[in-house]
């Protein structure tokens, strides 16, 4: 169970993962130490699943993302954990869902370049059998965030 508090440091840690204890504590209202145990906590029990770095895909040559619509007529076990597979095994993929509606599974995917996702979409088809896949280019991100909306109950 997750009080204001929990809630408090969790959005701080979204915010900013390296944030020292001590900040914390003291943006929280605590002293380190409890501060530190409730971090443990979340830690050990899952809420905090892990601590990345979100690196700027301007400067890595990244900067194309292609939003991939597969339908598929297979809607079996087998086919799926054999897809899955084979997409967790493209670097490519930053995100990958299944989906209702008209589409079976949704990717995103980022690239350099459209000759580097040509070369992930041939790979792409050869791994299962697919009966349509559809590629949406980004023209613009508009809003992007890896926070999730936590309510400590204040209103804000």
């Known amino acids: 169970m997750m009080d204001n508090i929990d809630k ?5 840690l979204q915010q900013d993962a390296s944030l020292p204890i001590a900040e914390v504590a003291k943006r929280v209202g605590l002293s380190v130490t409890p501060c530190w145990r409730r971090v443990q906590r979340l830690d050990e029990s899952g809420v905090i699943k892990r601590r990345v770095a979100l690196l700027d895909p301007q400067k890595i040559g990244a900067h194309i993302s292609v ?6 007529n297979e809607h079996n076990a087998a086919w799926l954990d054999g897809f899955a597979e084979s997409v967790a095994a493209m670097p490519e993929v930053v995100e990958f869902y299944r989906m209702s509606g008209e589409i079976d599974y949704l ?8 000759e ?11 791994s ?18 890896t926070m999730l909306p936590i309510s400590t109950g204040t209103g804000k």
């Open 67 to 72: 939003f991939v619509s597969v339908r598929t």
């Open 8 to 12: 408090k440091i969790l959005n701080l």
């Open 116 to 126: 580097h996702y040509d070369a992930f979409y041939k790979r792409l088809i050869s």
């Open 128 to 145: 299962v059998k697919l009966t349509d896949v559809s590629s949406s280019f980004a023209m613009e991100q508009i809003k992007f965030t």
């Open 107 to 114: 990717l995103r995917v980022v690239v350099p370049d459209i």
